[in-house]
């Protein structure tokens, strides 16, 4: 999957809005959304938000995870744990990014939202970063990542099989040379 595929699965999150206009229920092939009355809060998926926000036909409320004093907390929170810490929601990046271009003048306190958000991200990218060298260096065969989201799983999708597949030539090389030792050793022992 690359980023713009989970960007994708990311835009089917719901947010609230408060649309500008009166509609009946819109039957979807994701499911019915509605029906609209103006200013009264309805949830619909983010790319919904984002069509209807284009067409100044409402305004995105921020998603509750999307508070200030919370996201700094989180961001202390993973600076502090070893393991990776549970995300408010599984496409924080992905829904943070397209709620923060579409609806900046919308949710409050968005360039501290913007700037803690990348914090968290950079400090969780960090982590993966060292948790993939460790676990390469260890030459293990199978680890366990909980609470990663997709998009952090695919920021280290192209590293890891490049580097796993390095450290298999390296092993089949020294077993290769080991083996070829023996075998000469072996030999020699004989005469």
């Not at 938000?49 to 961001?75: G, H």
Request: charged share 25%; net charge negative.
């Amino acid at each position: 999957m690359n980023p713009s595929e989970v960007e994708f699965l990311g835009e089917k999150q719901l947010v609230s809005i408060v649309p500008n206009f009166n509609s009946d229920i819109i039957y979807l092939i994701s499911g019915s959304v509605g029906p609209f009355r103006a200013g009264l809060p309805v949830r619909v998926p983010i790319w919904l938000a984002v069509c209807l926000k284009q067409k100044q036909k409402c305004r995105i409320v921020s998603q509750e995870w999307m508070d200030i004093e919370d996201l700094n907390e989180r961001k202390e929170m993973e600076k502090m744990s070893k393991l990776f810490t549970e995300m408010p929601s599984s496409h924080y990046m992905d829904e943070s990014q397209i709620l923060l271009n579409v609806a900046n003048d919308d949710i409050p306190d968005a360039d501290g939202i913007r700037i803690a958000v990348k914090d968290i991200w950079d400090i969780r990218m960090s982590k993966l970063r060292t948790s993939v060298d460790a676990f390469v260096k260890s030459e293990g065969v199978h680890a366990r990542l909980d609470h990663l989201t997709a998009m952090e799983i695919n920021g280290i999708r192209p590293l890891l099989p490049h580097a796993l597949d390095q450290m298999l030539r390296i092993q089949s090389a020294n077993s290769d040379e080991a083996n070829s030792q023996q075998s000469s050793g072996s030999g020699s022992l004989s005469m």
